[in-house]
């Protein structure tokens, strides 16, 4: 049997933990379900996914300063080229490959700022050649959500229209798809990908420990922060949009500390850094501290070490609920709200872009007190997620390697109902 060429596209290895941990989980599925397959990436960090993954891995794009403003002509002009070489190369990378796969991530969303002749433009440029050599691409567990940009909304159309293959992490992504006119009627909705990533070795038998009543002092808190400046059409307000939700949350900090509680903050993507910075800054207690996460895995730790997590990034939430633990949503996005609400916290949620650090603290604490319930409800949801997950993989064999002959890729039930959680 010839080995499957597998490539795998996106925003990866570029201090996105979220991305990352998508496509770690693709790569245990390839490892697990297709051994033989020869695995490489088109990203946007190739050196870190060479290193941390150990496949080859070529540059997302041409420009090394792709994602920078460009204001000078010299750079205008090295964009515009870059576009155009860009065709080329994503084309040429493709026609070598039997199967591409695009790992989870938001990429037929612009819920966070997004200009349409980056990403949007290349994942077409990716969809549209897969088409044109006959390649399989496939969206995996992917977020959508309603764009009200024209041409970045006409590209996401046409990259999910060109693609073999799509799924979606939750309902209001495929309605979303469907509403931009593309046919979604055999698209399905399983948990987010990193739901199948395997727990840390430390913390796999405290994850199934019982819940017990809280007794002694109250543990550590999580408070997952972000570089949030509202979404692609808040660029106007968007200083004003950052200024109140670092004050709001600043000041929640303030109260877990004064209140006597150790507090680690959480990153999710490398440009959050300064807003940690920010925090430590403003708060100056001991008590509060920041963790060096570098990947999923570790953002499951620091979250089942802590008795609650208040997160904005979505894979911070993900992490934390996945771990067990408590977690309340500072919501910037639907797809927020959805997670939670699939795993039985949605009436923890709180508008990121209007942080009121009284309310929020109200939230938290009757978060705190439903612990013991809500650990259970969480450790009940984890177990439902993880069967959806293998029927995800199982329907990826059986539509992306026909040949391999997996007799359990056709095992699937409860079509078009995996989201639903009873």
Same mark, same amino acid.
């Given at each position: 049997?010839?080995?499957?060429?597998?490539?795998?596209?996106?925003?990866?290895?570029?201090?996105?933990?979220?991305?990352?941990?998508?496509?770690?989980?693709?790569?245990?599925?390839?490892?697990?379900?297709?051994?033989?397959?020869?695995?490489?990436?088109?990203?946007?960090?190739?050196?870190?996914?060479?290193?941390?993954?150990?496949?080859?891995?070529?540059?997302?794009?041409?420009?090394?300063?792709?994602?920078?403003?460009?204001?000078?002509?010299?750079?205008?002009?090295?964009?515009?080229?870059?576009?155009?070489?860009?065709?080329?190369?994503?084309?040429?990378?493709?026609?070598?490959?039997?199967?591409?796969?695009?790992?989870?991530?938001?990429?037929?969303?612009?819920?966070?700022?997004?200009?349409?002749?980056?990403?949007?433009?290349?994942?077409?440029?990716?969809?549209?050649?897969?088409?044109?050599?006959?390649?399989?691409?496939?969206?995996?567990?992917?977020?959508?959500?309603?764009?009200?940009?024209?041409?970045?909304?006409?590209?996401?159309?046409?990259?999910?229209?060109?693609?073999?293959?799509?799924?979606?992490?939750?309902? &209001?992504?495929? %309605?979303?798809?469907?509403?931009?006119? #593309?046919? +979604?009627?055999? @698209?399905? =909705?399983?948990?987010? /990908?990193?739901?199948?990533?395997?727990?840390?070795?430390?913390?796999?038998?405290?994850?199934?420990?019982?819940?017990?009543?809280?007794?002694?002092?109250?543990?550590?808190?999580?408070?997952?922060?972000?570089?949030?400046?509202?979404?692609?059409?808040?660029?106007?307000?968007?200083?004003?949009?950052?200024?109140?939700?670092?004050?709001?949350?600043?000041?929640?900090?303030?109260?877990?500390?004064?209140?006597?509680?150790?507090?680690?903050? &959480?990153?999710? %993507?490398?440009?959050?850094?300064?807003? #940690?910075? +920010?925090?430590? @800054?403003? =708060?100056?207690?001991? /008590?509060?501290?920041?963790?060096?996460?570098?990947?999923?895995?570790?953002?499951?730790?620091?979250?089942?070490?802590?008795?609650?997590?208040?997160?904005?990034?979505?894979?911070?939430?993900?992490?934390?609920?996945?771990?067990?633990?408590?977690?309340?949503?500072?919501?910037?996005?639907?797809?927020?709200?959805?997670?939670?609400?699939?795993?039985?916290?949605?009436?923890?949620?709180?508008?990121?872009?209007?942080?009121?650090?009284?309310? &929020?603290?109200?939230?938290?604490?009757?978060?705190?007190?439903?612990?013991?319930?809500?650990?259970?409800?969480?450790?009940?949801?984890?177990?439902?997620?993880?069967?959806?997950?293998?029927?995800?993989?199982?329907?990826?064999?059986?539509?992306?390697?026909?040949?391999?002959?997996?007799?359990?890729?056709?095992?699937?039930?409860?079509?078009?109902?995996?989201?639903?959680?009873?």
């Amino acid at each position: 049997m010839i080995a499957a060429r597998v490539g795998v596209f996106g925003l990866l290895g570029s201090g996105n933990l979220g991305n990352d941990g998508s496509l770690e989980a693709v790569l245990g599925y390839l490892r697990a379900e297709h051994p033989e397959a020869v695995v490489d990436a088109l990203c946007g960090g190739p050196e870190t996914v060479t290193a941390r993954y150990g496949i080859p891995a070529t540059r997302l794009h041409w420009y090394r300063a792709e994602y920078r403003t460009a204001s000078r002509a010299g750079a205008i002009a090295a964009k515009g080229l870059g576009k155009l070489v860009d065709v080329f190369r994503t084309a040429a990378w493709v026609r070598r490959h039997d199967v591409v796969i695009v790992p989870g991530m938001g990429v037929l969303e612009a819920t966070l700022p997004l200009r349409p002749w980056g990403f949007p433009y290349a994942l077409f440029l990716l969809c549209a050649s897969g088409r044109l050599f006959g390649t399989r691409v496939a969206l995996v567990g992917v977020g959508a959500a309603p764009i009200g940009q024209r041409s970045t909304r006409a590209l996401v159309r046409w990259s999910a229209r060109l693609a073999a293959y799509r799924s979606y992490r939750d309902a &209001l992504s495929r %309605d979303a798809i469907r509403d931009m006119g #593309v046919d +979604a009627g055999h @698209d399905e =909705v399983y948990p987010d /990908l990193a739901f199948a990533l395997p727990m840390p070795r430390s913390i796999v038998f405290s994850e199934q420990a019982e819940p017990t009543e809280h007794s002694g002092p109250r543990g550590p808190v999580c408070v997952g922060v972000m570089a949030f400046h509202g979404g692609n059409d808040d660029r106007a307000r968007a200083e004003e949009i950052h200024r109140r939700y670092l004050d709001g949350t600043t000041r929640f900090v303030r109260s877990l500390a004064w209140d006597g509680r150790p507090v680690r903050l &959480l990153i999710g %993507d490398d440009v959050d850094r300064p807003v #940690v910075a +920010a925090i430590l @800054d403003a =708060v100056d207690s001991p /008590l509060v501290t920041a963790a060096e996460a570098a990947s999923l895995a570790d953002l499951m730790k620091e979250t089942a070490a802590a008795e609650s997590v208040v997160a904005t990034r979505y894979h911070n939430l993900v992490c934390a609920l996945k771990a067990g633990t408590p977690t309340l949503a500072l919501s910037y996005a639907a797809k927020s709200d959805a997670l939670m609400d699939r795993m039985g916290l949605g009436a923890y949620c709180h508008p990121a872009r209007e942080v009121d650090a009284d309310r &929020l603290l109200d939230q938290f604490q009757a978060l705190e007190r439903r612990s013991v319930e809500l650990r259970r409800t969480l450790a009940e949801r984890n177990l439902v997620a993880a069967r959806q997950l293998q029927d995800q993989f199982a329907e990826l064999t059986a539509a992306l390697f026909p040949a391999t002959g997996h007799g359990r890729a056709h095992t699937r039930t409860h079509t078009h109902t995996r989201q639903e959680i009873p």
